[in-house]
């Protein structure tokens, strides 16, 4: 037996550690790339100009990043609302239409989801916004729905008994139960939405596939490969920002 | 405290429970027994309303139950179950003051009630208070389970099969317990169950049903003396009948009281006569020296007493 919080937590400690590290590479990365110059023409001589100038990189990644925020923000509020409501008795006629379409839905490419809002949405962010939206909702949805069956029976059954209303029993047994479900699914989801907004670019975003598409149209090798480091880096950070997370929620399991 | 008039339950057409008539007076360990299918679970849960009854009346505290809101009556009454049910992500005191918090209770009156609680079930405050649920064994879990049904220091406490998951002798450590527990605060309790030792072990009056029907309610005693049919005679056992008897009958109640003896086994005056019987039987005596609970020794209980 073993109460005590600071031996309970090395995964948390190291997790946030390898987050800080992964963040400070990257700003160090984004601080550098503007005086890179030299470095990229030595790598590149046969290019006229070795460096991405077009926007700047702070500015593409902070664009990236709010596309992909604002589309997983809502993506959350959907997926977990809708994965709540048809775990609930009221909404469990709809349970099977969203494990069928959540299902369908991932077998689709993203590409695909993104080329078919052009038509609807016209170019620009909507349309990338809007595709990212729509794709991102389907693996929170999905997990949430796991993570809620998935907590114990026994304890939804005392929290009932001892005189919880539903919602309590929803929000202080079955969402912290199933938060971690629920996290890995919004870390996929998010995951998955940092590289599609990389491409959001060809349909008139501005992201960090901004200097990648113009890259691969100008045969500019230099400019697709500043691009793709800053999107792999985004999304090492985020990706070990979550991996905290999921340490800090299940804190209790230790110990 | 608690009465049941005519109550009936349907699922689809499909009567699990049949004009029902059960009064449950304050006070009282009563034990509701029968197989599985039999209804007895059921019940319990109409009377905080987790089930709802089809027709009929259950009044409690003098009135019908559909006018209290369903997690107002919950909170007056204590639930265990038999899967325990605790929170896992919450601490052994987070998950004793589910209820209090429910209440509103302000927190150091909380933190006095879980010490209280850690101390009336025999758990080391200082070991378990900030434990998590996995860290601690079954029968540990139970006690946390019964601990959170008394927190709110509930009128009734309802148990379905509590002790059911349990082994043996972590089941008998936490019968005595919870017999301790009622003596000491006199809680009303209803007890669901399928073993008829535990239900002659624990109740006041024994309701025995079968098939959604009540076939007999008695004192384990009268129970045992004078079933009421063959079914109830089939429940009580065959070959162990007379050991049945003996569970029923207290060492004090047999001992010859200042006859002190010494050099023979000991057993506590408010124990059973069949563990009595067990501890002459393993020690090859025919004495014990009966002690209080502070270990005095207040007489001696013969083997020739105990059938007399």
């Given at each position: 037996m073993n109460a005590d919080p600071a031996k309970a937590e090395p995964q948390l400690q190291s997790a946030l550690r390898r987050l800080c590290l992964a963040a400070a590479a990257f700003g160090l990365l984004l601080a550098a790339l503007p005086f890179s110059r030299p470095v990229f023409a030595w790598l590149f001589p046969q290019l006229e100009r070795p460096l991405y100038q077009q926007h700047d990189f702070l500015d593409l990644v902070l664009a990236h990043l709010g596309l992909v925020a604002a589309s997983s923000a809502c993506a959350v509020v959907i997926g977990v609302g809708a994965g709540i409501y048809v775990t609930r008795p009221s909404g469990s006629e709809f349970r099977k239409l969203a494990e069928t379409l959540t299902a369908m839905g991932q077998t689709f490419p993203?590409?695909?989801?993104?080329?078919?809002?052009?038509?609807?949405?016209?170019?620009?962010?909507?349309?990338?916004?809007?595709?990212?939206?729509?794709?991102?909702?389907?693996?929170?949805?999905?997990n949430t729905m796991a993570g809620l069956d998935g907590t114990p029976q026994a304890a939804r059954q005392a929290g009932e008994g001892l005189g919880m209303s539903g919602r309590d029993v929803l929000t202080k047994i079955e969402l912290p139960l199933a938060a971690p479900v629920i996290v890995a699914g919004i870390r996929t989801s998010v995951t998955i939405n940092i590289s599609t907004a990389a491409i959001a670019s060809t349909v008139g975003a501005v992201s960090l596939g901004s200097p990648i598409i113009i890259g691969l149209n100008g045969n500019n090798t230099a400019y697709v490969l500043q691009g793709a480091l800053l999107v792999t880096g985004l999304a090492l950070v985020v990706d070990l920002g979550f991996e905290a997370l999921m340490a800090r929620l299940q804190r209790w399991k230790r110990g | 405290m608690i009465s049941f008039r005519s109550i009936t339950k349907s699922y689809d057409g499909l009567t699990v429970i049949r004009n029902l008539d059960l009064e449950i007076a304050k006070g009282e360990f009563c034990v509701l027994i029968g197989a599985s299918g039999s209804g007895k679970s059921t019940i319990l849960k109409m009377i905080n309303r987790l089930v709802e009854h089809t027709s009929g009346e259950i009044r409690f505290a003098g009135a019908e139950i559909r006018s209290f809101r369903p997690e107002i009556i919950r909170r007056r009454m204590g639930y265990a179950i038999q899967s325990v049910g605790l929170f896992p992500h919450w601490t052994i005191e987070d998950n004793i003051a589910t209820v209090p918090r429910l209440l509103g209770w302000d927190e150091a009156r909380i933190d006095g009630r879980i010490g209280e609680l850690l101390t009336l079930l025999d758990m080391d405050a200082a070991r378990f208070r900030k434990a998590y649920p996995h860290q601690l064994s079954g029968g540990q879990q139970q006690r946390i389970g019964v601990a959170r049904a008394l927190a709110a220091d509930p009128d009734v406490l309802l148990m379905d099969e509590p002790f059911g998951a349990l082994d043996p002798i972590t089941r008998d450590g936490l019968q005595t317990e919870i017999r301790r527990i009622h003596a000491e605060t006199g809680k009303t309790i209803v007890f669901v169950t399928h073993d008829m030792d535990e239900a002659l072990k624990l109740a006041t009056r024994v309701v025995v049903l079968d098939k959604g029907e009540i076939v007999?309610?008695?004192?384990?005693?009268?129970?045992?003396?004078?079933?009421?049919?063959?079914?109830?005679?089939?429940?009580?056992?065959?070959?162990?009948?007379?050991?049945?008897?003996?569970?029923?009958?207290?060492?004090?109640?047999?001992?010859?009281?200042?006859?002190?003896?010494?050099?023979?086994?000991?057993?506590?005056?408010?124990?059973?006569?069949?563990?009595?019987?067990?501890?002459l039987v393993t020690l090859k005596g025919d004495r014990l020296s009966v002690i209080d609970r502070a270990g005095q020794a207040t007489g001696t209980l013969h083997l020739v007493d105990m059938v007399s």
């Open positions: 993203p590409v695909a989801v993104l080329a078919l809002s052009v038509p609807v949405i016209g170019f620009g962010f909507w349309p990338a916004f809007g595709a990212l939206v729509l794709y991102g909702i389907l693996p929170i949805c999905e | 007999q309610a008695a004192t384990p005693r009268d129970l045992l003396n004078a079933p009421a049919n063959a079914f109830v005679r089939d429940f009580l056992g065959k070959d162990d009948y007379g050991l049945k008897l003996l569970l029923v009958e207290r060492v004090g109640d047999h001992m010859r009281r200042g006859e002190i003896s010494n050099g023979c086994g000991t057993i506590s005056e408010t124990d059973n006569l069949r563990n009595a019987l067990s501890r």
